[in-house]
């Protein structure tokens, strides 16, 4: 052996050597083992930048022409790297076949320098008649870090489809920290948290700021400062004090009405009022002392550890365990601590995006399909340089926490959630009988319509356009949204002749109802859960799959039924019946409802019913997911006065919906 050869090897054995030990370093399965590299201490490697979040979500239907684009990246860009049409494109896609091409005006970016925001023009919604919207590709490639100068790895792609028409429902808050109570200040709020608002559609990020989103006390106390952020994933904004607040002192949170969706709809703050424009404000008063620092940590992960057969089109979650009272900080789970990467570090294209209900359950979302048979990691990054939650100053997790799961064939118990398309806005869809209305609490936060050409089809409306359908002052119903019927309205821009537009639309939206009911249909059966469901589902938790009717017809009586996603954020439910659905009672009394667990969410919920469904004859109650029955549906009875509050959608093929006193919140895509 000549010198040039044995100093070849053993430099080779001495990379190895390094290389393991570097390996060793950076810690095994679970929490063990704190990386030099990302961890805390050591050394920091630079990592390229990657998108985290972006919105609309990919594979997104429904979405609204003239809609805004966001891209949320793992830290602040170089503006002039995120140009148009070399580092941001937009095209259309031939199905159906493209009349136009979409033009990409403008871009602007947060004041963090991490989310981009695209201004477009030339959506189309789909063609009359089209069983299929317009798909939209969108695609951003090659923008690099400001800190760094590094660019994009990877090219991040995406795809969603539009809607019929522009968005004019405002957003909303649906959860707040603090939380918002009726009967005065929150009392015994931590004095080291941030407080955050959660909204039911995404928000354009350049509106939520420090003056649309303030932090007041009373004299002799002084207004904190903090800073505003706002995360992509989670529809999450956060003001995050600079210091500690004031103990015994009662805040004012204010989210201003200046605060907008991506299509400009100003915030509608008061919810018995969604027509109208104006500011969120809920108080809270502070404890007497701090809530002690504490690490948080990861108590469970879906898939589990060494999980095989995993669906190739799941998502990856993990739930943090965090100080009693505080949530994650949305602003740190991002791409850049969550990562998931398959043979030889390949890593996989995603999102990240944390469950704004909870505020621990974090979600990776590939953007393509697992392949089955390959083992991959996933890692989330502790340390100074890793997640946190919103405590000041904020508690971290000590290591990484790493695990490893294998993709299995795609079978009938993976399950995506049943597309919608232009039915997807609509809160209520009264098939080609049309909808009633009784009462003066009933609210839609989403669109309605019907085939029905009969001036009585629909009864006890009114909407953003202006259109009023046959109310009284005994029966007025709020669409925060539009109207689409093939009959008049009794005042309004409709009440001169039908709207051939609102008619078509409707017809396509009853099209596509009738597809997404004849997917469900299809779904073989597949739900596996610790206590198998009868034909009641009251008292039952149930995980995720599809479940059929025994006898032909589902119950919820006698109890509450809960639907645990065991952190998927994923997780879809599909529920099928020949006959009917009945929620409440027994009788006509005792509402019921439905809760969600772990992660899972109303959008992700459908109801396939052969005939009718009957929610909470008395009033009251909180049913979840998209209903579509092919003989109407009926939510209380005239004469009750509690509120029925339905998160989904009610979909009616044939004969009519009744709402008394409703609430029906249409969930984002």
Known sequence: MNHAENYSKRFIWLFALLLTALIAGCGGGGSAGRSPILGSGGATLQLPPTVTAVAPVTGASGVPLGTLITVAFSEPMDPTTVSLGSNFTLACVAVPACTQQPTVTGVTFDSTGTIATFTTSGLSAAPVGSASPYSYTATVTGAKSKATGLPMTNPFIWHFTTAVTQDTTKPQVTLTVPATTSGGPTPNVPINTA??????????????????????????????????????????????????????????????????????????????QPLVANDYVWTFTTAAATTPAAPISIGSTN????????????????????????????????????????????????????????????????????????????????????????????????????WTFTAGPATGACLAPVALNSASTYG??????????????????????????ATSAVTGFNDTAGDVYTETPANIGQVNGTIYTCTVSTSGPTSGGVNATYCSDAGQAWLDAQTAYNALVAEPSGGVSPQPPTGNLAGLTLYPGVYTAPAGSYMIQGGNLTLDAQGNA?????????????????????????????????????????????????????MVGTII????????????????TLNGRVLSLGASVTLVDTVINVPAP
Request: hydrophobic share 40%.
């Open 570 to 622: 994923n997780a879809v439910w599909i529920f099928q019946m020949a006959t009917t659905l009945t929620v409440g009672g027994p009788g006509a009394t005792l509402p019921q409802s439905i809760i969600l667990a772990n992660g899972a969410q109303a959008k992700n919920v459908f109801w396939q019913v052969g005939s009718a469904a009957t929610i909470n004859a008395a009033g009251g109650g909180t």
């Open 629 to 644: 029955s092919q003989a109407g549906a009926a939510f209380s009875t005239v004469g009750n006065v509690a509120l029925v």
């Open 303 to 402: 898939p589990i550890s060494a999980a095989s057969g995993v669906c190739p089109n799941a998502s990856i979650n993990a739930t943090f365990t965090v100080p009693s009272g505080l949530r994650m900080d949305p602003t740190t789970v991002t791409t850049a601590t969550f990562t998931v990467a398959g043979p030889g570090t390949t890593p996989v294209l995603g999102t990240v995006g944390l469950d704004a209900a909870t505020g621990t359950i974090v979600t990776f979302t590939p953007t393509s399909l697992l392949t089955s048979g390959v083992q991959y990691t996933a890692t989330i990054t502790g340390g100074a340089n890793g997640v946190k939650d919103l405590a000041i100053p904020a508690n971290t997790m000590a290591n990484n926490y790493t």
């Open 428 to 453: 209520t869809f009264g098939g080609t009988a049309g909808m009633t209305n009784t009462g003066t609490l009933t609210v839609i936060n989403g669109d309605i319509g019907t085939k029905a050409t």
């Open 195 to 272: 407080i955050t608002a959660v909204f039911n559609k995404d928000m354009a990020p350049a509106t939520i700021s420090a003056t649309s989103f303030t932090l007041t006390c009373a004299t002799p106390c002084t207004n904190p400062s903090g800073v505003v952020s706002y995360s992509v994933g989670s529809r999450t904004a956060a003001f995050t004090p600079t210091a500690a607040l004031q103990a015994n002192t009662t805040y004012t949170a204010t989210v201003t009405k200046f605060a907008t969706d991506l299509s400009g709809n100003q915030l509608a703050g008061i919810s018995s």
